[in-house]
C-alpha cells in the first residue's frame, strides 16, 4: 500500500548540494529506536568520503574481509550517526569476534552486526562482552530464529536479494506472538516499489547500497567543470 509522503523543507548550502541522499519511501518505516535515536535509513558502505556526505540515520558499516580495527576506526572518524559495526561470524569467530566486538563498542560503535555462518556459541560468546545490540544477518529460512534470540541477538537483518521482501514476512511469521515486535532490518532494493513491498512486509528500518556514488558524483562534476570551460 503505497502512503502519503510528507513534505519536508530542506536546509543546506552552496558547498553541500550534492550529499548523497537516502530513498524517500524509506521514511514510511515505522523506524528502530537506538539508544533513544529514531533510525529508518541505513546506508550500507564503508566509503568514508560517502559517509561523511550523507543523510543516513546510520551506517552498516560491514565488508566482505576479516574485520579490521583500522577500517572501523576510519569510519568512526567520519561518521556523525549511530555505527553497526560487523564483526564477522564466519571465519572470523569465536574469541576473536568478541574481541572486535569489545573493540568496536569501545570506540563508538551503538550495535555489532554478525553474518550469516555466526554459531550459537559465538552469538554467546560476544553477548557476554558487549554491552550494545547484537544484529543477525538472515539471508534465507534454512535457521532457528529463537535459538538465536535465546543465544543473545537483539535484531535481524534480512538480506535476501531479490526475495527480501518474502524473507521479512517469513520472519514476521515466525516469531508471532512471542515476539511481535522484534526489530528487522532489510535490504530495501533498487527501487521505491522493491522498498515498499519490504517495509509492508514486516521491515523496521531500511538498508540502501551506495556502490559508485563515489565515482558517479566525480564524473558528473568533472562533465559540469569542462562545460564551464567550453563556455
Not at 513534505?7 to 550534492?18: A, I, K, Y
Not at 541505513?42 to 574481509?65: E, F, K
Not at 555462518?117 to 560476544?126: G, N
Not at 517495509?199 to 559540469?224: L, R, V
Amino acid at each position: 500500500m503505497d502512503r502519503p509522503i510528507k513534505n519536508v523543507p530542506n536546509l543546506t548550502s552552496e558547498l553541500r548540494q550534492d550529499i548523497v541522499e537516502s530513498p524517500t519511501v524509506i521514511r514510511n518505516a515505522s523506524g528502530i529506536r537506538l539508544f533513544g535515536k529514531r533510525i529508518k535509513s541505513i546506508i550500507y558502505s564503508t566509503d568514508v568520503a560517502v559517509l561523511a556526505n550523507c543523510d543516513a540515520d546510520a551506517i552498516l558499516a560491514v565488508y566482505p574481509w576479516t574485520p579490521n580495527t583500522r577500517i572501523l576506526d576510519a569510519v568512526s572518524r567520519v561518521a556523525n550517526v549511530p555505527i553497526l559495526a560487523g564483526i564477522g561470524g564466519g571465519l572470523t569467530k569465536g574469541l576473536r569476534s568478541a574481541t572486535v566486538g569489545r573493540f568496536a563498542e569501545e570506540n563508538g560503535a551503538q550495535a555489532v552486526v554478525m553474518n550469516a555462518p555466526t554459531s550459537l556459541t559465538t552469538i554467546a560468546s560476544v553477548e557476554r562482552v558487549v554491552d550494545v545490540p547484537i544484529i543477525y544477518t538472515v539471508v534465507n529460512q534454512n535457521i532457528d530464529l529463537l535459538a538465536r534470540i535465546k543465544a543473545g541477538v537483539d535484531a535481524f537483518n534480512v538480506a535476501g536479494g531479490a526475495g527480501t521482501a518474502d524473507l521479512v514476512r517469513w520472519v514476521r511469521e515466525h516469531l508471532g506472538n512471542v515476539y511481535p515486535n522484534f526489530p528487522i532490518i532489510a535490504s530495501g532494493g533498487k527501487t521505491t516499489e522493491q522498498i515498499s513491498a519490504t517495509i509492508d512486509a514486516g521491515a523496521n528500518a531500511i538498508t540502501y547500497t551506495a556502490y559508485g556514488i563515489s565515482e558517479q558524483t566525480f564524473h558528473e562534476k568533472m562533465e559540469h567543470y569542462r562545460a564551464e570551460q567550453r563556455g
